[in-house]
């Protein structure tokens, strides 16, 4: 009794391989930009603030949440090639619409906020791309192919900040194509090398991907048309019921571990350049080769999850991966007694615009013997007297740093991978676009909030409060772990068709 012919199970793993390869793009479209998105707004925008930042960030978040639900829907009913091409060309069109954002003489700062939050709706197609690893893989597939597709997403992430540390080379000025109204420097030749990608993705979504199903045991689904190109409708009514409240319980979790990533990211490059009075090109450049080294940890992480959890089950895993991110951000508390240096520059040239007495510890007029270092640079570095604990808080150690990007590095991808093999393992074999969707809208809402939330605590309150809240989260979520744990069970595992 032939489960799949040889021909079929090539095409299959042809077309998960293109997933894998969307993915990738996805996560590149994110991550070419993070480490870069501060200093090239301040050079566009002088009136853009680090809370805008924040929404700036959490724009291309708003984005994918809005899209990923109408994307898996889409995917449900429709061949999934339509809402992958279609939302590959957002993309495309919105890197390229990043790369002008200089052109305009105003606003520039919401030119980059609409930019940035169309490629999030084009990463909607996320969704997409698990339904469809998740329909195609039996079982026994799901645990590596999961983890290939958090693996690649890892890889984009690696990439992505290796691409434009690369570009940093060319220099905030770089080459002006007048024609064009273009300017190719450190900040737009990555979203132009992005959207270079897209298009080849396309290409090769028309000339490779087919559309395939299986059920949990590797047996092919008769598809709707005859070409392959149908639908995953005829099963709809697949016996036995979701475990809704082991679904709930994974959305959580997964904004839970995206928030907490999200944060980290976010606040990589402003925390950097508070406490080790690094410039804006040395903070891109820094936090782009400390990010990828993260990432080839990350990659190799997936790779050993793949055998590990055949051995101690995903929910083991997943329940030691918040245990890791826990102590990542516990390390980041500031402990020491040096305070960060503060903007000697802007108190002395009396730059920076006052704020109220009751809002410092000491308003800046009041220290008239603080001097000009003699080895300034004309920009500005170190902690903005602006942020009022930056004149009683520790700094934070490069040590530290360094040390709670390791523990996150390998916490998160663990926590990343399990958490999506799990939730589709509990779906079944019902369609689940939508389920992705909305799983990959809580992961978006978490990117909204997670760079808010930072923007926010971090320069009004600090590191110590923006770091401790994390850590109150993530323990919140260990506890709702404990308490769901023995639902997150595979649903053919649950109605008894298989053994777990």
């Not at 998740?134 to 997403?153: D, F, H, W």
């Not at 571990?257 to 009075?277: N, Q």
């Not at 978490?446 to 009004?460: C, D, E, M, N």
């Amino acid at each position: 009794d032939v489960v799949e012919t040889q021909e079929h199970y090539k095409s299959r793993w042809r077309s998960i391989w293109i997933m894998y390869l969307t993915m990738f793009l996805s996560s590149v479209g994110f991550s070419i930009v993070i480490m870069s998105v501060w200093p090239y707004l301040q050079k566009i925008d002088p009136t853009a603030d680090a809370s805008f930042l924040g929404w700036i960030i959490a724009s291309y978040s708003i984005g994918q949440m809005v899209a990923s639900p109408l994307f898996g829907l889409w995917s449900n009913y429709r061949p999934r090639r339509e809402p992958l091409v279609i939302s590959t060309a957002i993309s495309v069109a919105a890197n390229c619409l990043y790369a002008y954002v200089h052109v305009p003489h105003s606003h520039n700062k919401y030119y980059m906020l609409t930019a940035r939050a169309l490629v999030g709706f084009g990463a909607g197609n996320v969704a997409v791309v698990r339904s469809y690893i998740a329909g195609a893989t039996s079982l026994t597939e799901r645990t590596s192919a999961m983890a290939n597709t958090s693996a690649c997403q890892a890889v984009g992430f690696i990439l992505g900040p290796v691409f434009q540390t690369c570009f940093t080379l060319i220099g905030e000025e770089g080459v002006t194509w007048k024609f064009l109204c273009l300017q190719l420097n450190m900040y737009t030749t990555p979203v132009l090398f992005g959207a270079l990608l897209g298009v080849i993705n396309i290409i090769l979504i028309f000339a490779i991907f087919r559309e395939h199903r299986v059920d949990d045991t590797g047996r092919q689904y008769k598809s709707i048309n005859s070409d392959g190109e149908g639908s995953d409708v005829l099963d709809q009514n697949a016996e036995g019921s979701i475990d809704h409240v082991a679904v709930v319980a994974l959305n959580i979790l997964f904004f839970v571990i995206l928030f907490v990533f999200a944060v980290f990211e976010t606040i990589a490059t402003p925390l950097t350049m508070d406490m080790y009075s690094w410039t804006r090109k040395e903070a891109v450049f820094y936090n782009g080769i400390i990010l990828s080294v993260i990432g080839i940890e990350s990659v190799i992480v997936f790779m050993v999850v793949k055998t590990l959890s055949k051995k101690t089950g995903e929910r083991a895993i997943l329940h030691a991966g918040l245990l890791i991110v826990l102590v990542g951000f516990f390390i980041l508390l500031p402990w020491g007694k040096k305070l960060p240096n503060i903007q000697w520059q802007e108190i002395k040239n009396n730059s920076i615009p006052r704020t109220a007495p009751s809002e410092m510890l000491a308003p800046f007029w009041s220290l008239p013997e603080l001097q000009l270092p003699s080895n300034h640079t004309a920009e500005p570095v170190g902690c903005p007297v602006t942020q009022s604990w930056c004149l009683n808080t520790p700094m934070i150690y490069l040590a530290q740093y360094i040390s709670s990007d390791v523990l996150i590095g390998l916490g998160y991808p663990v926590c990343n991978v399990m958490s999506y093999t799990l939730y589709s393992k509990v779906l079944g074999p019902k369609p689940q676009g939508v389920y992705m969707g909305w799983l990959t809208a809580s992961g978006s809402g978490a990117r909204i909030l997670g760079p808010v939330f930072v923007s926010q605590i971090y320069t009004h309150l600090g590191p110590r409060w923006a770091f401790s809240l994390i850590c109150g989260v993530v323990v919140v979520s260990l506890l709702l772990l404990e308490i769901v744990y023995k639902r997150l069970i595979a649903f053919s595992v649950r109605y008894g068709r298989m053994q777990e």
